[in-house]
């Protein structure tokens, strides 16, 4: 099986100097490819750190950090630039452009893709707002969809290039119970239909059945290093 993400003894610190602070300690962890994996642990723990980190989104400082085979510690801007484009990217506050409509804001996730002509991106962009319930919301603006509808379109957005991976940075934290298992059953089956793996830290103890692993994290470390399997839908 392919090893998706693979961290070896990884660290990294916020500030310079005397101001220097430790937030990840020695992480070790392997995700396979396809795995959806939940990352849990208390606000500070460096669930997030790790999270930029996958996604290139900050620099590894020290240790091992490879995704896909790619190292990413010691990458240079261009590199890491490059990694981003392949991912897709949920967070909680779902980062809709207000001046766009929802067709538009989907289409930004082919529009670093320089192989999809403008036409491929309007059929692509229009289908899978269709797979997430939102074909008759196409030129609607955020200001006018529900706080789950949004996360919907944050979906879309994200998958609709077909990334072999998805990080999701607590999804579901703005959202009612309702909303929030339905944006997470919809990531689970649109993952799935797409064998992509999926990274995702929440506090959300509802939502936990839908991963294949949950990894907890405490005080910048994977606690014992353990692993607690769950069975999923």
């Known amino acids: 099986m392919t090893i998706a993400i693979s961290a070896q003894g990884l660290d990294h610190y916020f500030g310079q100097g005397e101001l220097q602070k430790q937030v990840l300690f020695g992480i070790d962890l392997e995700i396979n490819e396809g795995e959806i994996v939940i990352m849990t642990g208390p606000s500070g723990s ?34 890491l630039a490059h ?38 991106m309007q059929t692509r962009s229009t289908e899978i707002l269709e797979q997430v319930g939102l074909g008759e919301r196409l030129n609607y ?14 979906i879309a957005r994200a998958l609709v290039s077909h990334p072999k991976l998805v990080l999701a940075d607590e999804p579901t934290a703005a959202l009612d119970s309702k909303s929030g298992r339905d944006v997470v059953t919809l990531m689970q089956t649109l993952a799935k239909e797409q064998g992509c793996t999926i990274l995702l830290v929440t506090h959300d103890n509802r939502i936990l059945d839908i991963a294949d692993r949950i990894v907890n994290m405490e005080d910048g470390k994977l606690k014992d290093n353990t692993v607690v399997t769950t069975t999923t839908n």
């Not at 997030?48 to 896909?68: D, I, W, Y």
């Not at 991912?87 to 809709?96: D, M, R, T």
């Not at 603006?141 to 944050?154: I, M």
């Open 46 to 79: 460096g669930k997030t750190t790790l999270l930029t980190l996958v996604g290139g989104l900050r620099s590894a400082q020290s240790g091992r950090l490879q995704v896909f085979g790619q190292e990413l510690l010691g990458a240079t801007a261009k590199q």
């Open 83 to 120: 990694v981003r484009r392949q991912h897709g990217y949920i967070f909680q506050a779902h980062n809709l452009h207000s001046s766009l409509t929802t067709l538009q804001n989907v289409r930004m996730g082919l529009e670093l893709h320089p192989n999809f002509s403008v036409a491929e």
């Open 141 to 154: 603006y955020p200001d006018d969809l529900s706080g789950g509808q949004k996360q919907r379109v944050a």
